[in-house]
């Protein structure tokens, strides 16, 4: 398969940054993520036949399956696609029929800026389109988590596919994981900038671990249910209720709870900030969110850690926080827009006498959801 070759349609999906409310989505609570710039490519055209063939520029590897025989492949990409193509049968059966897709990506993978739901919500949209499905943007967003859980194995929430989908230009996304409302909120930092650091690890702990944690928030909520009936999510539960358990929950289970309990609140807090352009208290909710995440949720690691600690010894970063899952990634810093070239100078070197790794920077402009 060849870029030369002419296709249908073409679709730009586009990755994402989520500046603060981590692991409160399954929680049904308030997340502050945007689209970025960086973006899958995918080209479609149909091909007449019942099979597809799906070719990833990135990894020069390409696949074709029969689409009577759409199951779980060994090979992880694979099933992003045969994922969402499964779960478009559910909704609309015998809708997908044979195509050609050719992939190209700018988007670095593994990384905590969701290649996984850019390429799911990608394709459902392409085959939304070259197929007149007929699907809305809240089917594809949810069929494109369900080939997540499914087919891939991480029982993710809705932030990283709705933001990919619904994502707008120079603006956040504040998005209410319960109701799926959102609104969108202008970003303007001024002479701040929003940069990313990629660790360039990927532990492989992330999927399993990411699991582990939505069953421990799942195990406080039956104790805390119990007696508060209403209560229906942890996001629902303020932190003093929370702390009502203290001696009823193990120590564990009520350190994940209270994380999630507050971080919803600092991303409530954090968009009251940004409203009155309050960037100082931003960045220190920033810090307090990666505190949590690293102490009472553990979902970071050494490298995450190393770099936010380091980020602490400059005025001219005013926050910064690891960003996504966890386990690897990237941090996301909030720079004085004059720094950013010495930082970046300093803490690659930092990072590499540290632990022998390269440092990826990434300069993020905050761009629109998919876009055909
Ligand atoms: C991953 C998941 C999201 C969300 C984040 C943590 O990116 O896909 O649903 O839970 O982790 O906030």
Redesign the pocket.
Known sequence: MNKNDSYDLVIKSPGRI?LI??????NGGH?LPAAIDKKITLKLKKNNSTHITVYSKNIDSEFTIDLSNLNRSSIEWHNYIIGVIYYINVLKPNTVKGFDCYIDSNLPLGS?V?SS?ALECGIAKGLNELFNIGLTDLEIINLSKDA?HTMVG?K?????QFTVVKGKKDHLLLLNCKTNDYETIKVNFGDYKLVLLNTNVSHNLATSE?NVRRGECETAMKTISAKYNDLQYLCDVKPDVVKEFKNLLSEKIYNRALFVSKENQRTLKAVEAIQRNDLQTLGALLYKSHEGLSKLYEVSCTELDFLVEYSKKFDQILGARMM??GFGGCTINLIHKDFVENLIEEISIAYRNEFSIDLTPIAIHIGDGVKI
């Open positions: 989520n409310g981590e692991h409160v989505d399954y997340v905590g969701s739901a997540e991480t993710c929430g809705i932030m990283d990411y996504g899952g």
